[in-house]
């Protein structure tokens, strides 16, 4: 139990063209091509730093980000999606919500033939199936797969000693003496991972991810290779708009994980940015596309711009 709740947390803080652009304004698609972006104006009096991050790439690729080395030295505290600080709380808040309900089974939630899917993939990645899993929730289930697939696909990753970008950039600042700061809390975390849809459509959305797994090597090369290449648009466009894509995200979904919780985070940032010079680090999807943090900070009045 505990090795799978670990895993889990890996994940929540969880699975992801080369414009110049500096400036208030610009379009959704202008604010791309670099991972990290300076934050100034409209009242600051010192410049904050926002980092998209890919929570399960590797910890020598901060090296390869154009400044970051800088912001973090400049900076006067460090905000990240949630504190990670406190890893044996984590893991009883997952604990505590992952779950099915009493009374209710992945028979309920599925079609015969959908459910021998589901177990079948189980089984064929894991070697254990709904019997040994069938009392968590879709989520749970949703990121453990995830996880273990990963860690198959690219053997280099290793689940037990990987830490987080985020996770290095918080340790980095706590060992300075640098306040950390948190957007969210772990329950709100929670909440969208397991509880913000109906039980049967995570139910459902997870027999398609588990059935389409030949797909997912593919998809994830794409996805890296946006990433290392600072291509935010690209990232955005390959999880939200892709034709191709077997299992599309829900509006639901795409809302719950995404536009809402960038909007509640707009909501803060004005306030930390102008207390403290703040480095933020979160998920790369959540800098862009137009409900992203970039272009949102733009039409604020902030100058947004790249660092190379």
Known sequence: MKAITTLIIGTLLAMISLLTVSAQGGTPESYTGSLLWKVSGNGLTSPSYILGTHHLVHISFVNEISGLKDAMESTEQTVGEVVMSNMATMQQKVLENAKLPEGETYQNLLSEADYKKLDEGLIALVTAGLAQYGHFKPGMLSMFYSTILYSKLYPEFNPASHEAIDAYLQRIATEKGKPVLGMETIEDQVYALFDAEPLKTQAEDLVCMVSNGENSKEQLDQLNAFYKAA????????????????????????????????????????????????????????????EGLLYQLAKLGYTVEPVR
Not at 243 to 259: A, H, L, Q, Y
Not at 265 to 283: F, R, V
């Open 231 to 290: 291509d935010l648009t690209g990232m955005y466009n390959l999880a939200y708009n892709n034709p191709d894509d077997p299992c599309p995200s829900t509006e639901i979904r795409k809302n719950v994980m995404m536009k809402d919780r960038n909007d509640r985070w707009i909501e803060k940032l004005p306030a930390i940015m102008k207390e403290k010079s703040s480095l933020i680090a979160a998920g790369a999807l959540h800098l862009a596309g137009e």
